[in-house]
T-cell receptor, first 112, second 117 residues
Framework: GENVEQHPSTLSVQEGDSAVIKCTYS??????FPWYKQELGKRPQLIID?????GEKKDQRIAVTLNKTAKHFSLHITETQPEDSAVYFC???????????FGTGTRLLVSP | GAVVSQHPSRVICKSGTSVKIECRSL??????MFWYRQFPKQSLMLMAT?????????EQGVEKDKFLINHASLTLSTLTVTSAHPEDSSFYIC?????????????FGPGTRLLVL
């Protein structure tokens, strides 16, 4: 089955810096990769996703890149703000397959 | 958007009692609902997948007789924690997928924090 690894587990940056979170997946058949942001005690919220027919996707300060050959995908946040502080989870799945497999999470702290 | 609600948001119960958590899709029909458990500072752990009108599929290591799941309609799924014990204390989150939504996208409920004394 699919296995998703996520690094780093914690990431501290200064406001305005960029943050990068990386994930690797094991099942080359996976073709959908969402990223979720979870604030303390709240539900995970989908912030961006990418499908395997695309190498990069951007939405304002957030971008995701996918390297299918290496089975890596990464979340890039530019011009970080304190409100970006949260736990970020990557996930992977195959279209038509039921389950999302989540990474272990990255706690991002953006200091003013 | 796609709104998923959960009730209650938090519950405290005595050891040995049963607790029911409801998950509702408010503005779409949820063909599949998922139940997750999340311990502090950990990732979401899938407990079971339920399709409307079918028996839930449980993940390995999750006791089906302890965590009863019912998905009787396209807008409601329930999770009942039977004979709860302190080790069942956790954050329980449901998510739903809809027939008229992107097939892979899951919409999460706000979660239920369970504390078993």
């Amino acid at each position: 089955g699919e296995n998703v690894e996520q690094h780093p587990s914690t990431l501290s940056v200064q406001e305005g810096d960029s943050a990068v979170i990386k994930c690797t997946y094991s099942d080359s058949a996976s073709n959908y990769f969402p990223w979720y942001k979870q604030e303390l005690g709240k539900r995970p919220q989908l912030i961006i996703d990418i499908r395997s027919n695309v190498g990069e996707k951007k939405d304002q300060r957030i971008a995701v890149t996918l390297n299918k050959t290496a089975k890596h995908f990464s979340l890039h946040i530019t011009e970080t703000q304190p409100e970006d502080s949260a736990v970020y989870f990557c996930a992977a799945t195959l279209t038509g397959f039921q389950k999302l497999v989540f990474g272990t999470g990255t706690r991002l702290l953006v200091s003013p | 958007g796609a709104v998923v609600s959960q009730h209650p948001s938090r519950v405290i119960c005595k050891s040995g009692t049963s607790v029911k958590i409801e998950c509702r899709s408010l503005d779409f029909q949820a063909t599949t609902m998922f139940w997750y458990r999340q311990f502090p500072k950990q990732s979401l752990m899938l407990m079971a997948t339920s399709n409307e009108g079918s028996k839930a599929t449980y993940e390995q290591g999750v006791e089906k007789d302890k965590f009863l799941i019912n998905h009787a309609s396209l807008t409601l799924s329930t999770l009942t924690v039977t004979s709860a014990h302190p080790e069942d204390s956790s954050f329980y989150i449901c998510s739903a997928r809809g027939r008229d939504r992107a097939p892979e996208t899951q919409y999460f409920g706000p979660g239920t924090r369970l504390l078993v004394l």
